[in-house]
């Protein structure tokens, strides 16, 4: 089992350009999400998505777009790169029946976000 | 609204040693708890839940029993080693929203 794939794991942006950090799970969960990690600070949500075609705010989605098309696969998008969104990004997903979670987060390997 | 808080760190033991790491929430409803472990460079991993009231969950000699008159879920060891050096998350579910303490660094020296 794959479990929760995160590509890639190291990235150096520069301010202004933009990137997909991607992310699919095998394990046919509907429910994903994205977190950042910034130091001593704990996760802070993005996005989530409940399902395929359906996505969410969530504390933090300033300056990130997602996209759901497929139940596997949540990729994040930065426009504009700034200093502030370096950080460790992390995709998570659930599993959940008659759209109620039942279980714990599965947790990608996170990506590490370097903007300069 | 719901939250998470947890003792902060760092804290640094020595092998063998007996840990504490406490954490308090505040829920609405009746949420399931869990405790994460993150070890450096990787992502993190369920390290125990526990989903009513008087429920002790444990996993790799952690134990931690969901106490709602104290709200509380503090994660414990009778002995710890260096294999443990890691980040530890207390966490709750509500509904289907997850919520996350800040995390403790737990360094073990030999």
């Known amino acids: 089992n794959a479990g929760v794939t995160q590509t890639p794991k190291f990235r150096i942006l520069k301010i202004g350009q933009s990137m997909t950090l991607q992310c699919t799970q095998d394990m046919n969960h509907n429910y994903m999400y994205w977190y950042r990690q910034d130091p001593g600070m704990g996760l802070k949500l993005i996005y989530y998505s409940v399902g395929a075609g359906i996505t969410d705010k969530g504390e933090v989605p300033n300056g990130y777009n997602v996209s759901r098309s497929t139940t596997e696969d949540f990729p994040l998008r930065l426009e504009l790169a700034a200093p502030s969104q370096t950080s460790v990004y992390f995709c998570?997903?659930?599993?959940?029946?008659?759209?109620?979670?039942?279980?714990?987060?599965?947790f990608g390997e996170g990506s590490r976000l370097t903007v300069l | 609204g719901n939250s998470v808080t947890q003792m902060e760190g760092p804290v640094t033991l020595s092998e063998e040693a007996f840990l504490t790491i406490n954490c308090t929430y505040t829920a609405t409803g009746y949420p399931s708890l869990f405790w994460y472990v993150q070890y450096p460079g990787e992502g993190l991993q369920l390290l125990l839940k526990a989903t009513k009231a008087d429920d002790k969950g444990s996993n790799k000699g952690f134990e931690a029993t969901y106490r709602k008159e104290t709200t509380s879920f503090h994660l414990e060891k009778g002995s710890v080693q260096v294999s443990d050096s890691a980040v530890y998350f207390c966490?709750?579910?509500?509904?289907?929203?997850?919520?996350f303490g800040t995390g403790t660094s737990l360094t073990v020296i030999p």
């Open positions: 998570a997903s659930s599993y959940s029946s008659n759209r109620k979670i039942t279980g714990e987060l599965f």
């Open positions: 966490a709750l579910r509500e509904g289907n929203q997850f919520y």
